[in-house]
């Protein structure tokens, strides 16, 4: 597929999938084999489950969920997506976010095969979310969990982690 068609695909999980809720779209837009390296669940489900479990999740801690589309980059079988959550969590849990506005920036770098997301790699601050969720004591204070960040990586279509041999890969620097 070219790149603006796979821009349009990512685009379209997050405006039908992750901010409408429309679950079931996720079984045609993820292929049965995903795998989302540092998503919130990401040893729980996979395949299009693991991304229903995470948006119901989601908008379930948090009633006014919402992301927008930052940045959205193609190139041959990858997409980058840098993207900015808006959200707050429920009446009486937590503590104060650490950000007032209650935003969430990170990004999502995807790899595309025959039409479907086979494979994300995330890059987001989930101690961020357990604080806001009253999981993480406020003293902790928020701190990146984003694989990315911790080895000191850029994150660039480049830094993603590929198979050699892969032919959805090749070429993609």
Known sequence: ??????????RRMVEDVWNRGD?????????????????????VAHGPEAIKVAV??????????????EAL????AMVELQWAARRS???????????PQGTLRGSTRSRLADDQIVESWM??????????????P?????????????????????????RADSKETRGVR
């Open 73 to 76: 980059v193609a190139e041959g």
């Open 1 to 10: 597929m070219t790149a603006a068609h796979n821009r349009r695909l990512v």
């Open 56 to 69: 119901a999740l989601y908008r379930t801690a948090f009633p006014t969920f919402h992301i927008t589309v």
């Open 138 to 162: 406020a003293e902790a204070g928020p701190r990146s969990d984003a694989p990315d960040r911790q080895a000191g990586r850029a994150t660039t279509l480049g830094s993603v982690p590929r």
């Open 89 to 99: 969590p429920p009446a009486g849990a937590g503590g104060a976010r650490p950000d």
């Open 23 to 43: 679950l079931a779209l996720a079984d045609v837009l993820v292929a049965p084999g995903y795998v989302n390296h540092g998503g919130l669940i990401p040893d």
């Open 123 to 136: 890059s987001w601050d989930r101690a961020a979310v357990l604080h806001d969720l009253g999981r993480v």
